[in-house]
C-alpha cells in the first residue's frame, strides 16, 4: 500500500536522504537573471523563426503540464460547472442551426460567443484530459476545419459583410485561437493548411476593405499573434507581409491608447509588443509597457491588478467601486502570459497571478455555476439593481447571473485554463522556467535531448515554499529557472537539502544550471511578508497584502435566489449580513503594528477551493467604524473621502481575508484619526435638482444624468452620464421633472446629445416645454425674443412668462430614422 505523505514530510526525508555528494554538484552553477537567455532559438518547441526577436520562453504542448491539487479542482468545478455546461443555458452554444457548424457557414449565432466559449472549453478538456469535453469541442472544431471556402475564407458567411458590407474579421480571429490549441493538443496536420489558405486570403483582401473598423480593428493584434504561431511552424516567409499589413491597418496602440473600452484595453495594450518581434524597434515594445502605465495610472487605483472600467474608462469615475468586466480579467491575464514569453520580464507573470488569485475567483459563484459583469475592489452588495449611473451601463450588473452577460458568459472560460497551461515554459537554452506556481507536474525535453519531469508540491500562493522532485531517465545537464516575484526580499533556495549561495533580487530569475539526476529535489523558499498600499489618489486609503494575495474585509453573506434562472441555473443575489463601513487604525510603513497573520491554513484542493469558508488565511485589524460610509444614491459603496476619517465609535478588531475569497469585499479602507481628521459626510455626491421621468429611457442610460450636475464638454460626450431615448426613432417624447414643492419657473436649457459619427442619436426636429396645472398639461408662453433652439454642443436656452407647477415636461419631436438624447436639463426660477 503506497501512502502519500505531506509535501513538507517528503522534503525533509528528501534532505535526510541526501548523497554526501549529490549527482551534478561538482558542475553546478547558481545565478540571479533579470531575463532568461536568448542566445539561440529553443531546439524541441516552436519558438520565433528568423528574423522574428528570439522567444526567451516558450510554450510547451498542451498536455505537457498536469495541474494538480487546488488548480486541478477550480478545473474540476469549471468542467461541471457553467462553462463545462454552457450548451444547456446558451442560445448561441445551441448546435442545431448554429453558423459555426454549417458547411457553408449559414445560421445562427455566427459571432463572437461560441468561439469565445469554445476557446477556454477546449483547453479545459485537453488539460483535464475529459474525454466528454473533448468529444464535445472536438464536434466544433470539425465544424470549423470544414467551413473553409476555395478564396480561403472560414467559418460563417455572414461576417463576410458584416461591417457596413464589408468583411469582420473579429470572429475569426478568436477561431484561429482555438484551432491553435486544438493543433498544440493533437497535431492536426489539417489545421496549419487551413491557415495558411485564410492568411492568403488576407493577403489579397484589397486594403480598402480589410479591417475597416468595429472590434476588428481594435483587437487585430489576435490576428497577428496567429500569424506569428503559423509562421513559426511553417517558416513561410510570406506570412511576415501579411503580419506588416495587418499591423498597418491595426488601430494605433503605439501612439497611444486607442479605445478606453476596458476589454479592449487589456486584450489590445500588448499590440505594439506583439509586433516588435517583426520590427525589431524598440518604440514598440516600450509603447505596450507605456500603455499598461497609462491605464493603471488613471484608473488602477485599487488592488486586484485590475483598473476601473464598468464598461468604459470614464474621466472622474476612478474610485475603487469602480469594476472591471469578467472579460477585461481574463484577457488581462492572457496578455500578461504573452507578454511574458515575449519579453521574459517576469513582471509580467506577476501581474497575472495579481489578477488570478485577487480578481479572477470573485468574478464567480465559488462552484462557477454563474458570473456577474462587473468585479470591484470595493462592492458590499451584488444585487440585480440598476446602478447607472454610478455604473456605466443600466440593469443588472452586478447579481451572479449564468444566463446573462453575454460576452462574460462565454470568455471567462480561458482563463483558468490557460493558466495552468502557462505554469511552466521552455527556455532558449534548452531549460525549463517555473513561471507561475501551483501544484503541478510537467514532462519536458531538456538539455541533450532527454525527457524530464518534474512535481512541483506547494500551498502557494498561501505558503512560501515550493517544493520541486526531479524524474529523469539518466543525468542530463539543462538549466532551471525560477521566478522571483517583485514582493518577495530574500528568497532562498535548496537542492538535496543543502542551500544554494545565491543573492535573488526582487523580479527576477534564479537560475540552477546543473546536471540533474533522478530523485534530485529543490526546495524554493519565497518569504512573505505583511504590506500596506497607500493610494494617493484614492484620497489616503490603504489596503493590505501578504505575498501575492491582497486582502479584504470578510463580510457576511447572504445569498438570496432571485427570478429569472432555474433550478439547476439560479440568478443569485449577495447581500450583506455584517458591517463593511470600517476604517483601519494603521501605519502604513509598519502594518504589522496593529495587524496580524491569525489564521493560516492548507490551500484547499477539495470542496470549493475560493468559497468564502475555505480562505486559508485571515488577518485581524484594529478598526472604527465610519458612519456617514453608506451606500449612495446609486446603491454603490459611496466613494472615499478624504483619510483619515474621523470617527467616535469604538475600536473592534475585524477580520480580513484574501479578495479572490470574498464576493463582498471592502479592499481598499480610509484610515481614521482623531478629533482633527477629516469629518466624513453621508454621499457627498450632487442631490439631484428635481425628481425626473421619461416616455422611454435605454437600458444603457438613465433619467438621472438630465439632472445630475455633470456639464458636458460638448454634444457627443462619452465621458459622463446621458440620457436617452434610443432605440426609439421618428417619434414624439418627453422628459418632466418634478418639484418636491410648487415652484415658480420662466426657463430651462437644455444640452442635446447628438452623436453625430459614431451613433444614431440627433438634436430633435422641434421640442417645446409644458407645465402641470392640475390635472392638465399647457404649453408655457415663450418670452418675447426667445425660441426652442436645437444647437449642438451648446445649452439652448427657452425663456417664457413665469408660471407656478410642481412638474415641467419636455416634450421632443424626433428627427426621422434618429434617436434623440439630453446631457443637461437645467431649469430657472422667475428672473
Request: net charge neutral; charged share 20%; with cysteine.
Amino acid at each position: 500500500m503506497h501512502i502519500r505523505l505531506p509535501a513538507l514530510l517528503l522534503l525533509a526525508a528528501a534532505a535526510l536522504a541526501a548523497p554526501a555528494a549529490a549527482p551534478g554538484a561538482d558542475d553546478a552553477r547558481a545565478a540571479c537573471a533579470d531575463r532568461p537567455k536568448t542566445g539561440a532559438r529553443q531546439p524541441f518547441y516552436p519558438s520565433n523563426r528568423e528574423p522574428l526577436m528570439p522567444s526567451p520562453l516558450v510554450k510547451l504542448p498542451i498536455g505537457a503540464i498536469r495541474p494538480r491539487g487546488w488548480l486541478r479542482r477550480m478545473l474540476e468545478i469549471e468542467a461541471d460547472g457553467m462553462t463545462g455546461r454552457l450548451a444547456e443555458i446558451s442560445r448561441f452554444c445551441k448546435a442545431e442551426g448554429n453558423a459555426w457548424l454549417s458547411p457553408d457557414g449559414a445560421g445562427h449565432s455566427p459571432w463572437e460567443e461560441l468561439p469565445y466559449w469554445l476557446k477556454g472549453f477546449g483547453d479545459l478538456g485537453y488539460v483535464l484530459g475529459d474525454a466528454r469535453i473533448n468529444a464535445e469541442s472536438r464536434k466544433w472544431i470539425e465544424g470549423i476545419l470544414s467551413s473553409q471556402r476555395d478564396d480561403g475564407w472560414f467559418g460563417p458567411r455572414s461576417n463576410l459583410t458584416n461591417v457596413g458590407g464589408k468583411s469582420d474579421i473579429w470572429p475569426n480571429m478568436v477561431a484561429l485561437a482555438c484551432l491553435q490549441s486544438f493543433y498544440e493538443h493533437t497535431g492536426d496536420a489539417r489545421v496549419p493548411p487551413l491557415m495558411l489558405k485564410y492568411f492568403r486570403w488576407q493577403q489579397a483582401a484589397a486594403e480598402a476593405d480589410f479591417i475597416t473598423g468595429s472590434w476588428q480593428k481594435i483587437r487585430a493584434g489576435d490576428n497577428l499573434e496567429s500569424i506569428y504561431w503559423l509562421y513559426n511552424r511553417t517558416g513561410e516567409a510570406w506570412l511576415l507581409d501579411v503580419a506588416r499589413k495587418v499591423h498597418a491597418r491595426t488601430a494605433d496602440w503605439t501612439g497611444g491608447i486607442a479605445s478606453w473600452h476596458g476589454v479592449n484595453i487589456c486584450q489590445s495594450f500588448r499590440q505594439p509588443a506583439v509586433f516588435w518581434m517583426q520590427a525589431q524597434d524598440e518604440k514598440f515594445l516600450a509603447a505596450a509597457a507605456r500603455n499598461y502605465d497609462t491605464v493603471i495610472g488613471k484608473y488602477g487605483h485599487g488592488p486586484g491588478g485590475m483598473f476601473g472600467a464598468d464598461e468604459n474608462c470614464r474621466e472622474g469615475y476612478t474610485d475603487p467601486r469602480q469594476g472591471a468586466e469578467t472579460c477585461s480579467i481574463v484577457e488581462f491575464m492572457r496578455s500578461f502570459q504573452m507578454l511574458t514569453k515575449i519579453t521574459g520580464d517576469p513582471l509580467w507573470a506577476d501581474r497575472c497571478e495579481q489578477a488570478a488569485f485577487n480578481s479572477l475567483p470573485a468574478s464567480q459563484t465559488p462552484d462557477q455555476r454563474g458570473l456577474h459583469y462587473l468585479t470591484a475592489a470595493n462592492q458590499a452588495v451584488l444585487d440585480a439593481r440598476n446602478h447607472s449611473p454610478g455604473i456605466q451601463n443600466g440593469g443588472c450588473m452586478l447579481a451572479y447571473n449564468p444566463h446573462g452577460y453575454r460576452c462574460c458568459q462565454h470568455n471567462v472560460s480561458h482563463g483558468w485554463p490557460y493558466y495552468a497551461e502557462e505554469l511552466w515554459l521552455a527556455t532558449a537554452d534548452a531549460g525549463l522556467c517555473a513561471s507561475l506556481y501551483a501544484p503541478s507536474e510537467v514532462e519536458a525535453t531538456v538539455g541533450d535531448a532527454a525527457t524530464v519531469r518534474i512535481v512541483e508540491e506547494t500551498g502557494y500562493p498561501v505558503d512560501e515554499t515550493v517544493a520541486l522532485a526531479v524524474s529523469a531517465p539518466r543525468p542530463v545537464r539543462f538549466p532551471l529557472y525560477l521566478r522571483v516575484p517583485r514582493w518577495c526580499e530574500g528568497a532562498k533556495v535548496a537542492v538535496n537539502g543543502r542551500p544554494v549561495d545565491v543573492k535573488a533580487r526582487p523580479l527576477s530569475y534564479i537560475v540552477l544550471e546543473r546536471t540533474w539526476a533522478d530523485g534530485d529535489k529543490v526546495v524554493l523558499e519565497l518569504p512573505m511578508r505583511l504590506a500596506a498600499a497607500t493610494w494617493e489618489k484614492g484620497k489616503g486609503a490603504v489596503s493590505l497584502s501578504r505575498g501575492p494575495l491582497e486582502f479584504s474585509l470578510r463580510i457576511g453573506e447572504r445569498w438570496v435566489r432571485i427570478g429569472g434562472g432555474s433550478d439547476d441555473w439560479p440568478v443569485l443575489e449577495v447581500h450583506p449580513e455584517t458591517p463593511w463601513n470600517y476604517g483601519l487604525e494603521i501605519d502604513p510603513t509598519a502594518p504589522e503594528k496593529s495587524v496580524e497573520v491569525a489564521a493560516k491554513k492548507k490551500m484547499p484542493d477539495a470542496g470549493l477551493p475560493f468559497a468564502q469558508d475555505a480562505a486559508p488565511i485571515e488577518l485581524r485589524a484594529r478598526a472604527h467604524r465610519i458612519p456617514e460610509w453608506t451606500l449612495d444614491r446609486h446603491g454603490l459603496v459611496a466613494v472615499l473621502q478624504p483619510s483619515p476619517a474621523r470617527s467616535a465609535e469604538p475600536e473592534e478588531t475585524v477580520t480580513l481575508i484574501p479578495m479572490g475569497w470574498a464576493r463582498l469585499r471592502i479592499a481598499v479602507f480610509p484610515t481614521v484619526g482623531g478629533a482633527d481628521a477629516n469629518k466624513w459626510v453621508e454621499d457627498p455626491a450632487p442631490k439631484p435638482m428635481y425628481a425626473a421621468s421619461a416616455s422611454h429611457c435605454f437600458a444603457g442610460d438613465t433619467a438621472l444624468a438630465l439632472c445630475d450636475g455633470l456639464l458636458p464638454k460638448n454634444s457627443n460626450d462619452h465621458s459622463i452620464p446621458r440620457f436617452t431615448w434610443w432605440d426609439h426613432k421618428g417619434t414624439t417624447e418627453w422628459v418632466a421633472c418634478k418639484f418636491a414643492k410648487p415652484r415658480t419657473v420662466s426657463w430651462a436649457e437644455v444640452y442635446w446629445f447628438d452623436d453625430t459619427g459614431r451613433g444614431g442619436c440627433r438634436v430633435p426636429a422641434s421640442w417645446q416645454l409644458l407645465y402641470r396645472a392640475g390635472s392638465e398639461w399647457r404649453p408655457v408662453a415663450l418670452a418675447a425674443g426667445s425660441a426652442y433652439r436645437t444647437a449642438r454642443d451648446a445649452f439652448n436656452k427657452a425663456a417664457f412668462e413665469p408660471v407656478e407647477t410642481t412638474e415641467l415636461r419636455l416634450e421632443a419631436k424626433l428627427q426621422p430614422n434618429a434617436s434623440g438624447g439630453i446631457l443637461e436639463w437645467r431649469i430657472g426660477p422667475a428672473e
